[in-house]
Every structure is written in C-alpha cells, then in structure tokens.
C-alpha cells in the first residue's frame, strides 16, 4: 500500500495499458480518476474491477484536447476526492491511423498532435494548482519517441518525442516545488493498439527480435508507472525509462 491516501489521475484509463494502471495504482492504495473518452463500458468495468477489490474509484468522460472537458475532469476529481492530485499518469493518445507523408492532411496532423501533446500540457496544466511536494507525474510516451516508429507514424511518433522533451523540461521548471515528472516509452505491448494497427507477421518478427522474445503486457507497464509514482523512485526526474524487452536502448 505505498500510495495509501493519494489521488492519482489516469488519462485514457479505461482499457489496456491505461486500465492496467488505474488496477495497480488501486491496488496500492490510491484513489484513482479514471477518464475516458470513447469507452464507457471499459471504465465501468475498469471502476468495477478497483472497487470490488475494496479499493476507490471513479470513471469521468473527457476529451483531453478540449479544455471544458478538462475543467469537469479536475471538479469531477476534488467532488469525489478533494483538493488535491497527488498522482497524474498522462497516458491518453493514439496512432489512429497509419499514413505516409503523401496521406497526412492537417486534420489528421491536429488529430495526433493534439490528443498525445496538446492534451498532455494542459492536463498537466490544470491539476498541477492541486499538486504538492511529493507530487508525481508521469508521462507515456513511447519507444516511437526514440527510433521514429514503423511504417506510417511519423506524426505519432514526433508527438511523442514531443513528449519526452517536455518531460525533461518540467522536471527543471517543477522540481523546486518538489514535483516528479517521467515518462515511459514502451516497445511492443500487447493491446488493442496493436490488434488495430499492427500486422500479426510484423509483431511475430519484432517480438523474435526481442532479446526476451516476446510482446510485453500491459501490467508489466503499469508495474514501471507504480514505481515512479511512488518514493520508492523519490530522487528520478527527467527521465523516460524504456520498457521494451531489451529491443532498443536509450
């Protein structure tokens, strides 16, 4: 129980790598905020898993790119939890869709940029007021942020290298007041992100190329997450920690 008594805040918790965090955040005592966007029956299910385990939570709708939406997100949470967030996983986002540079349109380029980067700054905009020393915040980014990405996700990938350079600057601008900031890049998980996105041959031949030989999952992540919410991480900052089972190193 070494969140016991924390508010944390997960963007996009509903389902996969998201959800899996909110259940460990939980599950070591944090009250937890689950927003979600465009699946509500996940993050019933995703408060259903936390609460009947004795734990607390709540699941807000929210698109993180509009600021009304984040406005509720932060009164939904001090309602529910009181005035503070003690923990802010930032991990709303997606590829949406894979395109070369001859199919990429600006709608589709603010579509990107906007839920990975723009919904992370002003997230982290408004419940930073309710963050104090001791305060955690952690950023998922990507292994895509380091190497570029595959085929078609130059956009996502850029979005989040975006992210990652944030995270290096928040770090300096926050640390006085004694907030954490970090990210997390993870490689090849197993998620509905790749079963939409990713051919079956192509993560058959990245796990092959992975010194563990395998995808990782989505609990292996949140594992890292809890671990750098907590005091057991209480002197990193800055950093984006790979997680990737050894298929590139930063």
Request: glycine share 10%; aromatic share 6%.
């Amino acid at each position: 129980m070494k969140l016991k008594g924390k508010v944390a805040v997960v963007t996009g918790g509903a389902r996969d790598i998201g959800r899996a965090i909110c259940i460990k955040l939980a599950k070591e005592g944090a009250k937890v905020v689950v927003n979600y966007f465009g699946s509500e029956k996940d993050s019933t299910d995703t408060v259903a898993s936390i609460t009947a385990k004795g734990g607390e939570a709540i699941a807000v709708y929210g698109d993180v790119t509009k600021q009304e939406d984040i406005d509720n997100l932060l009164a939904k949470t001090k309602a529910a939890f009181g005035n503070r967030v003690d923990i802010l996983v930032n991990n709303a986002g997606g590829l949406f869709a894979r395109k070369t540079i001859e199919e990429i349109d600006e709608q589709f380029y603010n579509l990107v940029m906007d839920v990975n980067f723009k919904g992370t700054v002003f997230v982290t905009k408004a419940c930073k007021p309710l963050m104090v020393e001791g305060a955690s915040i952690v950023n998922v980014a990507s292994q895509a942020g380091r190497d570029g990405g595959g085929p078609g996700s130059a956009i996502y990938a850029a979005s989040k290298g975006a992210v990652m350079t944030l995270t290096r600057n928040w770090a300096k601008e926050f640390g006085p007041q004694g907030i954490r900031v970090n990210a997390v890049c993870p490689g090849m998980i197993a998620t509905k992100f790749h079963d939409d996105f990713t051919k079956d041959e192509v993560r058959k031949m990245v796990a092959d190329k992975t010194p563990l030989k395998r995808e990782g999952q989505a609990e292996e992540v949140a594992d890292l997450v809890v671990y750098l919410a907590s005091d057991q991480s209480s002197y990193m900052t800055g950093n984006s920690v790979d997680i990737n089972g050894g298929l590139a190193f930063s």
